[in-house]
């Protein structure tokens, strides 16, 4: 029984709640916030204490600690819980800075202890399987991916300040996933972007709308596009080409009602986002955390993960910036 | 909180378990089963207490009772909980006997208390949608109605003998189904069976195979086909024609990966069976019927509807071996 | 060169002409109609001669004719045509009187010559695929057939009055694509019918809307829609559960554009009508008469295969009044 | 009747015989090729004459000239015909070098001739409804499109040789594409491309897999991605995404039927290439020179469009080799 602490108490913190208490090798043994008011409310609802994040590390009791607190405290709480000697399963990003983070990683590195970043995509039921299927060879020796992720509505400016741009906020996702799917790390990264849903956006120095390739060593590429802004839905696809075929995953709709009438042929949106798509994939992801804990095996995300995909957020920001493409090894 | 007794401990009562225990107006008090031994396993799994059914119904703290048992109990079950004044969501059908479910009906009258029946498929999100577009007009006056139901394999012989036959076991859900879209019970069932599956079904007296047309009072027409087995999966489909347009509802698949080769463009199957369609369903079933015992609204099912549908069994029984169209007010 | 007379010049036979014209191996010599004026236009319009039939059916140089006149004439025409030593091709159907149908058959079977009966949708690319793919077992043993057809919009009341009712007129053609599927003629038909899309055809003791459920010497069972209004387009799908499989023909769509917005996902309508569905087919139908002429070989859609719809028809005529399954022997 | 002289008549030239002969405004008046024998051959099978482009030219009764010989004639006979006061309608591109191009484009202004560029996509129906949506407001302001455009195989080593490359040769319909969709050209060309499918062509100096990001004026992108081989057929989609929905124009297929098994559920195939797919846009293209021409308004497709996208193509191939952003207006 995997006894963990929850650090952090806001909406995917509830998520992680569920999920731990689902597990039945894992318990929710406590949770810390900022603000204790909303650890006492969580833990209640789940039947568990509210405690601080020191007590939490400080309990020998508690075997993990799932780090659901603001980004710029990630680095942080990952060194202590693995001082503490606790398991670690972190959201992402690692950080926003490169250099912080891959200071972590040096850290994580030397103690040895189980260290997962949170890319819940991964798990995600159609991409899982999508992945099971290339790599049982179904469409041969892959060539061109290609991954829309558009979220349905542009977060609020107060969060846009903070969240270290589209690059490290939003399309960090997509570079794992770009990372899951291929296997490895580009060689290169050539971006373009601009404000065009919103100018305010624009006006701080972010995008809102981008578009990216990635090359490969052996020629592969991927390109990925984001927007902030999707009127009809979380729009999640990826689509790889291959020397055998194409594979595609496509959205989740909110039903299966199809309505035919003089106006067209109508069927229902993709579901709205994140909690909505991916809370399955949240679970799983729970899961192999604790599988992977419980057997000694590796994290199959590993904070090498994180890092990596950070730095292809900071070379497509650069990218961006010059209009040059930026090699891996630059950043 | 509805103190709830869960009668019967087999696969389906699992899932009611599952319902009960996730819904937080309700409590999973204690499970009763033939055999003792699977209440109390099942009973350990939900962290509550095995109990024989004369000690639920006559513990006046519980205030409600799931029938999970078998088909031949219901109506015992039922007319004991209700005279021990318990709210009652049983499991379909009532009884394989339609006079046995009359008079069932008839005591369930006299006490006025809340007897629901479990035909779960009404309270599956894509044909609740259905039934929303419906009821808003969006395909004007409903015409004619079309109801796919096959199943991916054959019940074991076993239980083909004690079913009641493929009308009353199987099409059951979709004579059910047809009530719910068309709002109202046809006046006459046209039927036709065989068996072409398994020739032992036959050999039984049962139809494995079938295609039965309802007719309504204003001349609207309704076709529901039944097959034991469909290799590919649970294959649950609703069509209706109306005056503007025409509603359909899907099958759900068990992913979205799309794969396209020189041999053709593939997806995933249907979800394979009951459990892992309508899983949503039986969830918010149960809450349904949390609902109305909680507001002391109607529930959303009633004995009428569970007779209704087996009288619609009981015609569709005597048209196949007839020949004849059989009037609904001849059974 | 197969030199042919075209006998009728009304919209169908626009298409016909369209098709001789088309074929390196037919030529359209001549075109007859019941007013000499429409003869004359379409002969202009396809480079082409206006005649009487009278004279078409005495030129020796004249092959075969192409019969697109109205219904009551098409046995006379059938048998002069035959008498004349021309191959035909007769639009369906033979006749609305199924003994006058059963007659012209025998007079067809003493000349031998091919006469060809113009089931255009067994020429339909789809539907041709439908049954290589049954035909080369790729969903095994055929069990349970399902053929919707609805069309657009109901004809003209005038035009109803004429055209032998729902089952000869429009079914028909249902008959045949089960008959094509299956391979061989049903044992017996069962069939409600009702006017609910309009009164008036009701009053002239027709239906809009039918539900038919054929059944076969071994057990497999065919179910056929009709309605004579779907405002979304002409709908025509088959589909069959066999033992390993189903197999679906779905509608042909105007476009494969497709609108997400926030009021849901829409793509584009079938395509309107049987012009623009079945054009390719009639091109088909006429190239596999040329083909059959040609070679000798056998026309793929005897004057039996017409004959036979049309005892359905009048099979499902008597069993949606009396309510009672009507076996085909006794029609 | 405008008498139309077909200079070529290699393969593509068959599609455009077709479809002058079909329009009833046109009249093929002659055909003539490098090797005279294949003009006399396919003259023959449209029923017109062989004769030299030099006669073609000279001829005062024939109004117009469609150039379909190979690229390195384009500009000289668009110059020869429009001196000889034709119309024109020649194959893309204009030409593989942009200078060469531009004087042509030069001398067409000064005669104000007629000259179209057959980028017969913008005439596919599919494409074209998706534009009109679009110009309707459909999905409000367009702000992220994508062009996924894959060819079945890649062509043979020869042609790849004198195909002046990927971008000039395959991507140059997306480039027009883009134009068309967009409405404008773009500023600036990001190309990143490789040799993956078949080290040969890399050998040669080309690429066979390609993404490209074009960036507008008002921060709208555009991303296209280029294959030289999708196994399982011509892979053709367009995407919008607007501020108010996304607009897809997904694949033709082959047949409508769908199979499912164990193994899946599997439909048909996209069309093959570009002679299955755009065979209606050949006709929809030349439909639409002859109005023009008739009507005198302008002609859809300039060869100012022509030599838009081959400007793109050139400032791809800058990109792709530099890995830089180059701006339209540098080339």
């Known amino acids: 029984m995997l006894k963990t602490g929850l650090l952090g108490a806001g909406r995917i913190a509830g998520v992680h709640a569920t999920a731990i208490s689902a597990n039945p090798d894992s318990e929710l043994a406590a949770i810390s916030d900022y603000f204790p008011e909303n650890a006492k409310k969580l833990a209640a609802q789940y039947g568990t204490r509210a405690r601080t994040t020191e007590e939490i590390l400080a309990d020998r009791s508690i075997d993990a600690v799932l780090i659901a607190t603001s980004t710029d405290t990630h680095c942080e709480l990952i060194e202590a819980a693995i001082a503490a000697g606790k398991a670690v399963l972190c959201e992402k990003p690692?950080?926003?800075s490169l250099?912080?983070?891959?200071?972590?990683?040096?850290r994580v590195k030397e103690t040895g202890k189980p260290v997962m970043i949170g890319f819940n995509r991964r798990f995600d039921p159609n991409f899982s399987k999508f992945k099971q299927s290339l790599d049982a060879g179904?469409?041969?020796?892959?060539?061109?991916?290609?991954i829309t992720s558009f979220d349905p509505a542009p977060p609020p400016i107060e969060y846009v300040k903070v969240s270290g741009g589209l690059f490290r906020d939003m399309m960090i996702h997509d570079f794992d996933m770009a990372n899951f799917v291929?296997?490895?790390?580009?060689?290169a990264v050539t971006a373009v972007g601009s404000s065009i849903v919103d100018p305010e956006i624009g006006s701080l120095g972010d995008v809102d709308t981008a578009a990216v390739s990635l090359t490969y060593q052996d020629g592969r590429i991927a390109?990925?596009?984001n927007s902030r802004r999707a009127v009809y839905g979380y729009d999640q696809?990826?689509?790889l080409l291959g020397s055998e075929g194409l594979l595609q995953a496509h959205n989740m709709l909110e039903n299966t009602v199809v309505k035919s009438t003089a106006?067209?042929?109508t069927g229902a949106k993709p579901t709205y986002f994140f909690l909505e798509r991916y809370m399955p994939a949240y679970a799983a992801e729970w899961n192999a955390f604790v599988d992977a804990v419980k057997t000694g095996n590796e994290v199959p995300v590993s904070i090498e993960d994180g890092v990596a995909a950070?730095?292809?957020?900071?070379?497509a920001n650069l990218s961006a910036k010059t209009g040059k493409t930026v090699k891996l090894d630059e950043v």
């Open 99 to 106: 250099d912080r983070a891959r200071e972590c990683q040096r």
């Open 182 to 187: 291929m296997g490895e790390v580009p060689i």
């Open 94 to 96: 690692v950080d926003l």
């Open 263 to 265: 106006q067209g042929v």
């Open 223 to 225: 390109v990925i596009k």
């Open 138 to 146: 179904e469409i041969g020796k892959p060539e061109l991916l290609s």
């Open 237 to 239: 696809r990826v689509e």
């Open 310 to 315: 950070l730095a292809m957020a900071e070379a």
